[in-house]
């Protein structure tokens, strides 16, 4: 079992920027080591066949409006996605035709800055102008031709997964298939949950910091635990592996400090190194915390094709926006909706449905598993000390539009007028 390095990867980008930079979100585990199959049909310019027939692979952005050439994505010729020997290579690049961020381009600098075009900016407020917010209702019911989500510019999906975990009685885990006729794997000691210290220190799966309470599904850094390589941390992951799709999780946050509380997608395959993150590092959600991290969310990417067994050469970047309404909501006293948008030529995130600043390089390719957990490491540049109190992530509602690498057009006898409008 391979342990995962991002804190050096993070090491190595804030030597190299002096950025205070965002790491990998939290965990290790044994895969499924499939080959991406449909990697040509992923990556593809947004008509590419197969991707998507029902919409242009936009996430909505009108193009009149969009930074033109998505500044951090390399439009060279050499920005091709080249995954393993096996699988395909997309070429040419992206048009950035989405305007948000392209698909994963080739870049060799080690910490690109997002520097968005003149007309998408930040405001004061936390909102990402220039990208169109999302609505993203939950249709309550199972539609078997499919969905398409209005405000991702009717993007198709197949499939939906609702689940709210307060269905779940009041109880405590022990196993990791606890959940697992729910959709869901709890990570036991197989597993690492978030990145290692700078020496070595790393939480391990752990059922018992879970639970159900109150409604929520509550991850709990059990406090005070002594730095080792075995600390034990929750991780929880949907075990359906998406590729594509619109990720929401609703969640209030922790104020102790001293943890990385993350909702994230990781990539299934052994070979590549997708991964898209939100990730908030517990009390900077309103001010920077003492290792520099925040104030508010990163957005972190990862590129597919640098070599997961080199944790400490994986190019990725971050964005970091504050919460837009942090005057009037706290997060750490209310739920609150996370989103993550990945759609074959663009990514983007979301608080509440406001778009927020988010990477655009680095787009993933290859199937990846929605996972929520919330690690600590001990590490100051990071996650800050070990938590001295009981850090509680809650977790009420997730919701999931997406595709599958075999499940992805409009379901054979199906028209597009039985597709589900949300
Ligand atoms: C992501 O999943 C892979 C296995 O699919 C695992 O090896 C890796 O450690 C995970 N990444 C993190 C950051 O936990
Ligand atoms: C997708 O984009 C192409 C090229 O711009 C255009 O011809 C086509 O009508 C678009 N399709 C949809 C569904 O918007
Ligand atoms: C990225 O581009 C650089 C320079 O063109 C090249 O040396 C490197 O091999 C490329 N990396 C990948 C993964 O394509
Ligand atoms: C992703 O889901 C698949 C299918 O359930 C499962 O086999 C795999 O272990 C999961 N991977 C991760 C990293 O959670
Ligand atoms: C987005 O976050 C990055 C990383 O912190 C920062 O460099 C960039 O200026 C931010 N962009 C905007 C528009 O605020
Ligand atoms: C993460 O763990 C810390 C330490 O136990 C806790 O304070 C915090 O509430 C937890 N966060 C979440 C989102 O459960």
Not at 386 to 392: G, H, I, K, M
């Amino acid at each position: 079992m391979r342990s995962s390095f991002s804190l050096f990867a993070i090491l190595s980008v804030l030597a190299a920027s002096g950025v205070q930079a965002s790491t990998k979100s939290c965990s290790a585990k044994t895969g499924t080591g499939s080959t991406p199959a449909s990697l040509a049909a992923v990556a593809g310019a947004s008509s590419a066949p197969g991707v998507n027939n029902l919409a242009n692979a936009t996430t909505g952005v009108d193009a009149s409006s969009a930074p033109s050439g998505s500044a951090s994505a390399p439009a060279s010729g050499s920005a091709s996605v080249s995954v393993t020997s096996d699988s395909a290579v997309v070429s040419p690049p992206i048009s950035s035709s989405s305007g948000i961020a392209a698909v994963a381009g080739n870049s060799t600098a080690s910490s690109a800055v997002d520097a968005p075009a003149a007309t998408v900016g930040y405001s004061h407020t936390g909102k990402f102008s220039g990208v169109p917010d999302l609505d993203l209702p939950d249709i309550g019911k199972d539609c078997e031709c499919g969905y398409k989500v209005k405000s991702l510019d009717s993007f198709y999906f197949r499939k939906r997964f609702s689940f709210d975990f307060s269905s779940l009685p009041t109880q405590t885990f022990s196993s990791s298939d606890a959940l697992l006729d729910k959709g869901w794997i709890i990570k036991d000691s197989s597993s690492h949950v978030g990145g290692p210290s700078d020496v070595g220190n790393q939480c391990l799966g752990d059922p018992s910091s879970l639970s159900i309470e109150e409604g929520a599904l509550q991850l709990t850094v059990k406090a005070g635990q002594t730095l080792s390589s075995n600390m034990k941390c929750p991780e929880i992951s949907h075990t359906d592996p998406a590729l594509h799709g619109v990720f929401q999780a609703e969640m209030q946050l922790s104020a102790v400090e001293g943890t990385c509380q993350a909702f994230w997608l990781n990539h299934t395959s052994e070979v590549t190194a997708d991964e898209l993150d939100i990730e908030v590092i517990g009390g900077t959600h309103k001010v920077m915390g003492a290792g520099g991290a925040g104030p508010g969310i990163y957005s972190t990417s990862w590129e597919p094709s640098d070599d997961p067994g080199k944790p400490n050469d994986i190019e990725h970047t971050h964005g970091l926006a504050p919460f837009p309404d942090i005057d009037t909501n706290d997060p750490t006293e209310t739920f609150n909706k996370y989103t993550i948008a990945w759609l074959p030529s663009s990514q983007q995130r979301y608080y509440n449905g406001i778009a927020i600043n988010t990477t655009t390089q680095y787009n993933a390719v290859n199937p990846m598993n929605a996972t929520i957990n919330n690690w600590s490491n001990g590490f100051a540049g990071w996650s800050g000390a070990f938590p001295t109190t009981d850090s509680v992530l809650k977790v009420k509602t997730v919701l999931f539009y997406y595709n599958t690498e075999t499940e992805f057009d409009l379901k054979e006898g199906c028209s597009e007028s039985d597709v589900c409008e949300v």
